[in-house]
């Protein structure tokens, strides 16, 4: 089994920065794809920002320029420095994994408010 801890959200201003960590444990196989998805209220979950095994990443458009994904292989944990929040940037933020040979799995999520 895999367990995905997230660590890191929490309440803060406009403007003020967090930082999300992941650490995956338990019988790991070569993961390919670490990556950050969030959910708002009433709307679907999306997409923030992924990383590859090589370090290729990629950003939703409402986050480039203030987000930063980064991983650790050796520690199986990826990180989500967020940066210049937002009140729209307000969600339950889950962490997901994906191996070579297609498994996923997710974080039970943690929850980030930022305040106007």
């Known amino acids: 089994q895999v367990q995905l801890v997230e660590s890191g959200g929490g309440l803060v201003q406009a403007g003020g920065s967090l930082r999300l960590s992941c650490a995956a444990s338990g019988t790991i196989f070569s993961i390919n794809t670490m990556g950050w998805y969030r959910q708002a209220p009433g709307k679907q979950r999306e997409l923030v920002a992924s990383?590859?095994?090589?370090?290729?990443?990629t950003y939703t458009d409402s986050v480039k320029g203030r987000f930063t994904i980064s991983r650790d292989n050796a520690k199986n944990t990826v990180y989500l420095q967020m940066n210049s929040l937002k009140p729209e940037d307000t969600a339950v933020y889950y962490c997901?994994?994906?191996?070579?040979?297609?498994?996923?799995?997710w974080g039970q999520g943690t929850q980030v408010t930022v305040s106007s």
């Open positions: 997901n994994i994906v191996y070579y040979r297609g498994d996923y799995f």
């Open positions: 990383i590859t095994n090589r370090g290729t990443t």
